[in-house]
């Protein structure tokens, strides 16, 4: 079945710093990536997505890229800031479809 | 304000007894979906559904019903609950299916079973 795998499970960086995290998916046919950010306690918030048509996509801060080739794609986060401390989910659908396929979601520290 | 609500917020139960998890949303959304969250697992998918009276299977089903008998609402019953299902439970919905749309989640509910 689909499945998406997600590195690192824990991350830690000095504030300033930059956090990469890395999702790959198994089914070619996806084409929906979204990426989540839960904080402590909290429910889980749509931060960016990418579309399998798009190689990247930025958003302040964030970015996302895509290599459909090797059924990859990453989170980038520049300057990090302690408030970005939280787990960050990695996602994959499909066309048509209506399931979600969720990594197994990173643990991101940031340090004053 | 837009938004989906579940309830109990927590819930702390016993083997067996029946309970039912509500989730409405007030944007009148046609998808809906349950997800359960354990450490290290991320976010398995229980249930979803397409529209009013239209459900499927998720990754993990076992153990669990739901019922779509108005749009807004998608509670979650679990018949003879069990000490494995002691998880974080979110709903979630989207305008359409979610390849297309974003997902918006509830607050979640926290279930222990003794």
């Known amino acids: 079945g689909e499945n998406v795998e997600q590195h690192p499970s824990t991350l830690s960086v000095q504030e300033g710093d930059s956090a990469v995290i890395k999702c790959t998916y198994s089914?070619?046919?996806?084409?929906?990536f979204p990426w989540y950010k839960q904080e402590l306690g909290k429910r889980p918030q749509l931060i960016i997505d990418i579309r399998s048509n798009v190689g990247e996509k930025k958003d302040q801060r964030i970015a996302v890229t895509l290599n459909k080739t090797a059924k990859h794609f990453s989170l980038h986060i520049t300057e990090t800031q302690p408030e970005d401390s939280a787990v960050y989910f990695c996602?994959?659908?499909?066309?048509?479809?209506?399931?979600?396929?969720f990594g197994a979601g990173t643990r991101l520290f940031v340090k004053a | 304000e837009a938004q989906v609500t579940q309830n109990p917020r927590y819930l702390i139960t016993v083997t067996g007894k029946k309970l039912t998890v509500t989730c409405s949303q007030n944007m009148n959304h046609e998808y809906m979906s349950w997800y359960r969250q354990d450490p290290g697992l991320g976010l398995r998918q229980i249930y979803y559904?397409?529209?009013?009276?239209?459900?499927d299977k998720g990754d993990v089903p076992e153990g669990y019903k739901v019922s779509r008998k108005e749009k807004r609402n998608f509670p979650l019953i679990l018949e003879s609950p069990s000490p494995n299902q002691t998880s974080l439970y979110f709903c979630?919905?989207?305008?359409?299916?979610?390849?297309?749309?974003?997902?918006?989640f509830g607050p979640g509910t926290r279930l222990t079973v003794l």
């Open positions: 979630a919905s989207s305008s359409t299916k979610p390849s297309t749309d974003t997902q918006y």
């Open positions: 089914d070619s046919a996806s084409n929906y």
């Open positions: 996602a994959a659908s499909y066309p048509g479809g209506f399931k979600t396929i």
């Open positions: 559904s397409m529209n009013v009276e239209v459900t």
